[in-house]
């Protein structure tokens, strides 16, 4: 099994921007002493946020570390255009080469933000416009637009990930042979069904012959502290908490999900607080290193 980590940039309340995104970065270059296969970051615009888009921190986290792959989940696709997002991820492609994921998806934020964001374009069109928007930054970072050519010309080009909870992206992942995510926190009042990846993989292997890169994320609280454990599951309203709990219990969670999604990678919003906390989840794979693969 290979793990990940996702990271939203939470700043606690006796914290600030810059002391989260120098624990981003601390957290990093854990995971990857501990063997983790992926360290992404979120693109949110809520108010508590250490970064709103994740491109700028991705070059840091990609210079304080050696192997470990990182990269966005994700992009934003109808908040920002599909030429900087093509520009920005061939050239981190390119400058930390097999280490960058560019993750899609299909969220949005509040109007009155959307709407600078956008600068002027149609935002609600561009939601509607996710699959088009996709085509065209994999049409630009693989250099299939004649008229524009992205530095490096012919350059590497970062993994594609589309990210999603239901089966409608499952058409265009196989015509356009992407990777895919499937979250399992995003819909609070119900779990997606493992069906979606059967589907997936059968059509995606009868089409392209080739086994398509799937994962799940999934969202975690990990303490023997049962006030902690009980505080964190009443304040978390925007997501669903996959596991709340002891460290010792969540290897087997995990292992369990990955039989059920039958996946080989699980990639986990860590939802400690404090860096204690975050240790505290992360540590749990401490004692079986062993088993982990860094992709190269």
């Known amino acids: ?33 501990l063997g983790f296969t992926r360290y992404w970051l979120s693109e949110h615009h809520e108010d508590n946020l250490a970064w709103k888009n994740p491109d700028i921190i991705l070059p840091l986290l990609a210079g304080y570390t050696q192997k470990i792959r990182v990269g ?62 996709v085509r065209k930054i994999k049409s630009l970072i693989n250099d299939q637009v004649p008229t524009i050519i992205l530095p490096p010309k012919q350059g590497e080009s970062p993994e594609i990930w589309v990210l999603g909870t239901s089966k409608s992206s499952i058409d265009f992942i196989i015509e356009e042979k992407t990777s895919f995510s499937l979250s399992l926190f995003h819909i609070i009042n119900e779990l997606p069904s493992p069906d979606i990846i059967k589907e997936l993989r059968e059509q995606y292997i009868l089409k392209n012959r080739v086994e398509p890169n799937i994962n799940i994320t999934l969202s975690a609280f990990c303490s023997d502290d049962e006030k902690r454990v009980a505080a964190i599951n009443e304040k978390t309203k925007h997501i669903k908490i996959n596991y709340s709990g002891s ?14 999604y039958q996946v080989n990678e699980i990639i986990i919003l860590n939802l400690g607080e404090t ?7 992360m540590n749990v794979f401490k004692v079986e290193k062993h088993e982990f693969k860094i992709i190269n």
């Open 247 to 260: 460290p010792d219990y969540f290897k087997d969670f995990l292992e369990k999900q990955a039989e059920i």
């Open 72 to 133: 966005s989940a994700g992009v934003l696709v109808g908040l920002n255009a599909p030429i900087n997002t093509a520009y920005h991820y061939k050239l981190l492609a390119n400058l930390y080469p097999s280490r960058i994921d560019l993750g899609l998806a299909k969220g949005k934020t509040e109007e009155h933000k959307s709407i600078e964001l956008a600068d002027g374009s149609d935002w609600k069109k561009n939601l509607d416009d996710y699959f088009n928007r």
């Open 1 to 33: 099994m290979n793990y990940g980590i996702l990271d939203f940039g939470s700043i606690q309340s006796n914290s600030n921007a810059i002391s989260t995104i120098h624990e981003t970065i601390e957290m990093a270059q854990l995971a990857e002493e």
């Open 275 to 281: 860096l204690e906390e975050k240790q505290a989840l």
